[in-house]
């Protein structure tokens, strides 16, 4: 299984047992991670991902007021703005928390996920369980070939029957030094080419940044 774990100018990958170093250009704006903005904008320069977190901030703020648990149309509203920061769609955005007391994960996003079921912690399959367990971030841009749990994949998003996830990224989202849920952000298509690009260390650093407003999400969802 082909896993890209770990940040800085390096791509740590692992294959079998076997580990090797590959170079990757943390700088690839040809992904789109730091895409700059229009030069008509006042905010030419401002990398494209700031302005898209700003934007999740900003529906947050605004959820702050609305009735809890939040209502289907608001959680959409967190998946799309989520997307845009990474180029996805929404339904290829996962949000997961760690429900009390502590040995399942619940799905928040997609919110049609949430009466499939539940990931017990203690899986081998679901990488949402290892990244939660092991409090490990991990990019697999051969998601579709490796054994994995596949039973959310057969619930109806409004994609092709054909399309499948392909690419993967999965963080733990933290409240200080404690994990309280699992981020996933994947590339659905036919085939990996079908998908879209692969993601980077750029990308992956960019959902970990993510943990506190991610983090703040999950507590306006359960309050109230």
Known sequence: MLIARGLGDDLKLCWGGAHRTHGLAIGAFARGALAIM???SPLWGTPLVTRAASELERVLD??????????PESLEHVAQA?????RVQADE??????LPPGKLL??????KFRAVGTIPLTSTTALAARTARERRSDIINNFASTRHASVFEGVPLGRRQSESIQKMMSVPILRGDRVIGVAQICRKGISSTDAGPDFSTTDLTELQG????LSRFLALNRSG
């Open 106 to 111: 619940g799905f928040v996003l997609p919110e």
């Open 210 to 213: 993510l943990s506190s407003l």
């Open 82 to 86: 989520i997307a845009a920061i990474f």
């Open 62 to 71: 605004q959820l702050e007021t609305q009735e809890k648990p939040l209502p």
């Open 38 to 40: 229009s030069r008509h």
């Open 93 to 98: 955005v996962a949000v997961m928390e760690l």
